[in-house]
């Protein structure tokens, strides 16, 4: 399927740089990030992840000082 996209310019650069050391068009580049992405958004027992790319991750404690202090006692 044809399509006209407008991409940011810095994205732009990154395919075209992907691209060329590759040896395949933009076109091939973008197609295959689009399908990674699917497949990792859609992969059983995934979590979400938040804003800054670190996975979210439900039903763990949360790390304190006083979990941090504990695991250096017990482990160096």
Do not use: C, H, W
């Amino acid at each position: 399927m044809r399509l006209t996209v407008n991409l940011d310019e810095d994205l732009y650069v990154l395919a075209k740089s992907i691209a060329k050391s590759e040896g395949v068009s933009i076109s091939s580049v973008l197609n295959r990030l689009l399908r990674k992405s699917q497949e990792q958004s859609s992969r059983p027992g995934r979590r979400a992840k938040s804003r800054n790319g670190f996975p979210v991750v439900r039903g763990s404690r949360p790390v304190t000082p006083e979990l941090v202090d504990e695991i250096e006692e017990r482990y160096l």
